[in-house]
């Protein structure tokens, strides 16, 4: 059974930073494209960063370019959100991601309040 198990989220103020983390088990970890997702009230969900298995090539919404920045860590299969200059427009719950091609395996999601 694939389980994605997300945390690090929380309520942080404007210009400030939170770290995601999200551990995967039940799969290859290291055979997964791992991506990051969020979703805000009344809004649909939206693709925020990911890293390829392969090269660990890494893409980025417009949005939060320059200021996240996505990793792993396959020795630990997890992969990492970090998050920095945070703004009210961050505040969503962030999901994390993995599959083969499209994405197949969602956690269950971590709250992000990012207050003014």
């Known amino acids: 059974q694939v389980q994605l198990v997300e945390s690090g989220g929380g309520l942080v103020q404007t210009g400030g930073s939170l770290r995601l983390s999200c551990t995967v088990s039940g799969l290859t970890f290291s055979d997964y494209n791992m991506g990051w997702f969020r979703q805000s009230s009344g809004k649909e969900r939206e693709f925020v960063a990911g890293?390829?298995?392969?090269?660990?090539?890494?893409y980025y919404a417009d949005s939060v370019k320059g200021r996240f920045t996505i990793s792993r860590d396959n020795a630990k299969n997890t992969v990492y959100l970090q998050m920095n200059s945070l703004n009210t427009e961050d505040t969503a719950v962030y999901y994390c991601?993995?599959?083969?091609?499209?994405?197949?395996?969602w956690g269950q999601g971590t709250q992000v309040t990012v207050s003014s």
């Open positions: 890293i390829s298995w392969r090269y660990g090539r890494t």
């Open positions: 991601a993995s599959g083969a091609g499209s994405y197949d395996y």
